[in-house]
């Protein structure tokens, strides 16, 4: 390994220290935008108890900026997405990638320090460094560029555990596509700290559905659309639906149940139709950086 090549590796695992820290401390941009515009929903609605709860949240919000402080006490499973540029330069070690990436999460926990939520799914013993086997979760995806960019985001549990996955038939359609959402919401409730962000996974086979369920949630920005205006038609739809549920910020009742619907969608088999759904909580903790050709780092949410 030479020496450009082991400092570039250096990077990446520092990149992954503080995006972990970064994710957890930083709400994006985009979910605070629409985290005001849920306040105003609720005021112009007349819902007091629910207007109240999300001034609370974006107090909690501007004192975790004040402070340097995180918003939540779940550290949640650490994910990262790797988007690897053909014009980067170098034949990259993605093993070396994912070892860097384990190694940044862990020193991320004890340098911080973070809680760790890592733990055996037998004997339940933690880890004590937010890794472990399969933790972190690493995806690697490719593109034309010239960069290495980096995603990362802490999925607490109290929105993963509203996880859902349906197979449907075919001649079931779009409306059993709705009611399986609009069950799952009322299934998750207060759970997954609502107003949440609805990521749903359409079509492919059960785990690329699952997969993409994930990525519209925690990766999607708010705000965003699908480019195919038939899954954007389907994703204001959803998100009109979600919103007449009436269980608003917190559980406590209101307007705004969720900020967002995010479909991910790819072509699957005559004979099936997969849906997954994937809650993120209001939160919607991420963070992204890009390292260039000279190994420069320019962070971004």
Known sequence: MTTATATLYDTIE???????????TDIPKDVRKALKGSHQAEVDAGNTTASKIMLT???NVRLADEKSMMVCQDTGLPIYKVIVGSKFGGDLDLL????RLKLGAERATKEYPLRSSTVHPITRKNTQTNSGQGIPVIKFDFN??????IWMAPKGSGSENMSFLRMLKPAEGMKAVKRFVIECVFESGANPCPPVIVGI???????VAAAMAKEASVFRKVGTHSADPLVAQLENELLELVNQTG?????LGGAQTAMAVNIEWAHTHISQLPVAVNMQCWRGERASAIIDADGNVTFGN
């Open 144 to 149: 034309d560029s010239d960069k290495l960019e």
């Open 14 to 24: 520092d990149v992954g220290k503080d995006l972990y820290i970064k994710a957890l």
């Open 201 to 207: 996974g359409l079509g492919g086979t059960s785990d």
């Open 96 to 99: 070396e990638v994912k070892k």
């Open 57 to 59: 949240v974006l107090e």
């Open 247 to 251: 269980i608003g910020p917190q559980g």
